[in-house]
């Protein structure tokens, strides 16, 4: 009978120990348990707005931004972001028929829109392939002359690929493709551009 208590304690231990590590172990995060996200990020975007024959000018450059959004149970996210790039200052030469000598002209870009995107969930990493759809603001000024700018459709096709640090915060990458449509002009300058992001946010 002592044998038989023994062991039926010893069971009952063992149980309730393995229930607990059970417990304890993390269960991998996913969109659904907070959908709703919001992050910051941080890069550099590869641009060249000049024209044929002259030197490269990047109107995008070091950025930064914001973006939020919903998860729906289905893993489809809905949300928006903005983004500011601070562009380039440089000195440039002025043609003869123009007066010569040198001025300084400056430009920048700052992107902001819907996203729509897919959220796949592997283990702790978040993959999400999205698409933004909005405007692209082009702003810059000439020395000598007054400040200038123009506004255009745009449209990002990316992908993100978080961590999932615990169930509310990730960090990790995001690659995008910015397109903007602009005329071009008689020249094959434009202000698309290739960019790599790092970004840190939180789930609620």
């Known amino acids: ?101 040198k001025v300084s002209v400056s430009g920048r870009m700052m992107n902001l829109g819907a996203e729509g995107g897919y959220d796949l969930d592997a283990g702790q990493f978040t993959i999400r392939p999205y698409l933004g759809l909005g405007v692209g603001i082009a702003g810059g000024d000439l020395k000598l002359d007054k400040d200038g700018g123009t506004t255009k459709f745009s449209l990002w096709p990316g992908v993100q690929g978080v961590y999932n640090i615990n169930d509310q915060l990730f960090a990790g990458l995001d690659a995008r493709y910015t397109l903007v449509f602009a005329d071009r002009g008689d020249n094959n300058g434009n202000a698309n551009s290739l960019g790599f992001y790092g970004t840190v946010g939180g789930r609620f």
């Open 1 to 101: 009978m002592r044998k038989f208590l023994a062991a039926l304690l010893s069971g009952s231990l063992f149980i309730v120990a393995a229930s607990h590590a059970q417990a304890a172990e993390p269960s991998p995060t996913t969109s659904a348990d907070r959908p709703i996200s919001v992050a910051a990020f941080g890069g550099y975007g590869i641009n060249n707005t000049a024209p044929d024959g002259a030197d490269t000018f990047n109107v995008y450059g070091a950025g930064f931004g914001v973006r939020g959004g919903y998860t729906l149970p289905m893993k489809i996210y809905v949300g928006g972001l903005f983004q500011y790039n601070v562009g380039t200052s440089k000195d440039t030469e002025l043609p003869p028929q123009l007066g010569g000598g």
